[in-house]
């Protein structure tokens, strides 16, 4: 069974302040993983899609990374605009099958 | 840009009616998807449709069934609704595995 655990649960920073938000994965073959941001209320809107460890995709204030194990959503000089909740997913490789397992998601508070 | 509708943002029914839950795509994507999102579940997969008239189960598709007889068009209907499906429910399409997919705005639904 696909497995996605994304850490920490909740992240408050200061405008300015860089992180990162983890995603580790189980997927038995790895066709992508997904990063979404939502707003309260709203539905996910998709930022990235990484397909191989060593993949690294950027915007704006954004940069997703990706391993054999875990992605990482880095976060430079955050503003309070980019509060929101971030959701990562895999896809496993199986034929057409593009269904997707969601981790619970990190909840980003970045304050003025 | 991708357009996803669903047909109602908030929703109020009564234990044991019938709902039904709308979503249009605009993008003649071939997949479509319905979810529903929870507080510390995240986003799990109810029904899943790859083309016209098929439909698979999800995770969680017990308590509902789904409805694509025209291709941009992906129905939600609760047989019999219960307190237990209070919840927000998220339609997504996408063009194929690999491919991103676009969420709705979502419907918060609330069964008393």
Redesign the interface.
């Known amino acids: 069974e696909d497995q996605v655990t994304q850490s920490p649960e909740a992240l408050r920073l200061q405008e300015g302040e860089s992180s990162s938000l983890n995603c580790s994965y189980t997927v038995s073959g790895l066709r992508g993983l997904f990063w979404y941001r939502q707003d309260p209320g709203k539905g996910p809107e998709f930022l990235f899609t990484l397909y191989s460890a060593g993949e690294e995709k950027e915007k704006e204030r954004l940069k997703a990374t990706l391993t054999k194990k875990e992605s990482f959503l880095h976060i430079t000089a955050p503003k309070p605009e980019d509060s929101a909740t971030y959701l990562c997913a895999v896809q496993r490789h199986t034929g057409a099958n593009s269904k997707l397992t969601f981790g619970k998601g990190i909840t980003l508070s970045v304050r003025p | 840009d991708v357009k996803?509708t669903q047909s109602s943002r908030y929703l109020v029914k009564r234990t044991g009616e019938k709902v039904f839950l709308e979503c249009v795509q605009d993008m003649d994507h071939e997949?479509m998807?319905w979810y529903r999102q929870d507080p510390?579940?995240?986003?799990?997969?109810i029904y899943?449709s790859?083309d016209v008239k098929m439909k698979e189960k999800?995770d969680i598709p017990e308590g509902y069934s789904v409805s694509r007889e025209k291709k941009e068009r992906f129905s939600l209907i609760l047989e019999s609704a219960s307190t237990n499906q209070t919840s927000m429910y998220?339609c997504?399409s996408?063009l194929?595995?690999?491919?991103?997919?676009?969420?709705?705005?979502?419907t918060?639904l609330t069964v008393t």
């Open positions: 996803v997949n998807f510390g579940l995240g986003l799990r997969l899943f790859y999800g998220l997504a996408t194929g595995a690999s491919y991103e997919q676009y969420f709705g705005p979502g918060r």
